[in-house]
C-alpha cells in the first residue's frame, strides 16, 4: 500500500519568511496530492491540493509542487503569518480508488511575530 | 459553507462499553469516511462507504469495529466493546461523487477510555 513520508516534523519560521513542507510516496499510481491544515482541537482542513497532471499549483501565498518522478510533492508558504501556525499534513490517494487518503505524519509549524 | 458535523465533541467511556460516534456528512455527498489520529500521531484511514455499504476498510477496522447510515442524514461508528487504545479523535468526512475529489472533515469526536 501507500506510505507517505513528511519533513521536517516541526518548523519554526520568523513572521514573514517562507516555510517549506516536503513529502515524498511510494505508490507511483497516486496521482492527487491534497495538504491539510489542522488547528488545535479540530478537523482537517484542506488548503490546497494537486494533481498528477500538473506540476505546480498556488493558491496566494500558498503553492504546491509535484515532482512525479521522484515521488516527491512540497508545501511552500511565503510570507508566514502567526495565524499559519498549525500542523499540516500531506496525503496521497489514487483518485479512481475510494480516495482513501493516505497521510503524512504532520509538520507542526510555528510562526513566531 | 456546508460541513461535516460531528457529535459527540468528547466522550468518556469505560472500557468494555459500547459507544455510538454520529457524523451527518455535508449533503449532496454520497462517499463517507471514518479516519482516526491518536494523540500525537498520523491521521490513519479506517473505513470508506458507498451506496450503503463497505467499500474499503484498513486493518485497524476489525470486527469491534461497524459502519452505519440509518437514515439520510446520518452515518454511525460504532465500537462494540471498546479498548483503551481505542483512545483517539474520530474523524468522519465526505466527498462528492462529482468532479474533483476534496474530502471534507469534520471537527472530530475525542473518544477517551478509561
Known amino acids: 500500500g501507500e506510505n507517505v513520508e513528511q519533513h521536517p516534523s516541526t518548523l519554526s519560521v520568523q513572521e514573514g519568511d517562507s516555510a517549506v513542507i516536503k513529502c515524498t510516496y511510494s505508490?507511483?499510481?497516486?496521482?492527487?496530492f491534497p495538504w491539510y491544515k489542522q488547528e488545535l482541537g479540530k478537523g482537517p482542513q484542506l488548503i490546497i491540493d494537486?494533481?498528477?497532471?500538473?506540476g505546480e499549483k498556488k493558491d496566494q501565498r500558498i503553492a504546491v509542487t509535484l515532482n512525479k518522478t521522484a515521488k516527491h510533492f512540497s508545501l511552500h508558504i511565503t510570507e508566514t503569518q502567526p495565524e499559519d501556525s498549525a500542523v499540516y499534513f500531506c496525503?496521497?490517494?489514487?483518485?479512481?480508488?475510494?480516495?482513501?487518503?493516505?497521510f503524512g505524519g504532520g509538520t507542526r509549524v510555528l510562526v513566531k511575530p | 459553507e456546508p460541513e461535516v458535523t460531528q457529535t459527540p465533541s468528547h466522550q468518556v467511556t469505560q472500557m468494555g462499553q459500547e459507544v455510538i460516534l454520529r457524523c451527518v456528512p455535508i449533503?449532496?455527498?454520497?462517499?463517507f469516511y471514518w479516519y482516526r489520529q491518536i494523540l500525537g500521531q498520523k491521521v490513519e484511514f479506517l473505513v470508506s462507504?458507498?451506496?450503503?455499504?463497505?467499500?474499503?476498510k484498513s486493518e485497524i477496522f476489525d470486527d469491534q469495529f461497524s459502519v452505519e447510515r440509518p437514515d439520510g442524514s446520518n452515518f454511525t461508528l460504532k465500537i462494540r466493546s471498546t479498548k483503551l487504545e481505542d483512545s483517539a479523535m474520530y474523524f468522519c468526512?465526505?466527498?462528492?461523487?462529482?468532479?474533483?475529489?476534496?474530502?471534507?472533515f469534520g471537527e472530530g469526536s475525542w473518544l477517551t477510555v478509561v
Open positions: 449533503s449532496n455527498h454520497l462517499y
Open positions: 494537486i494533481r498528477s497532471n500538473v
Open positions: 505508490d507511483s499510481a497516486s496521482n492527487y
Open positions: 468526512a465526505s466527498r462528492t461523487t462529482g468532479g474533483g475529489n476534496t474530502i471534507y
Open positions: 462507504f458507498y451506496n450503503n455499504e463497505i467499500s474499503e
Open positions: 496525503a496521497a490517494t489514487r483518485e479512481a480508488a475510494g480516495n482513501k487518503l493516505t
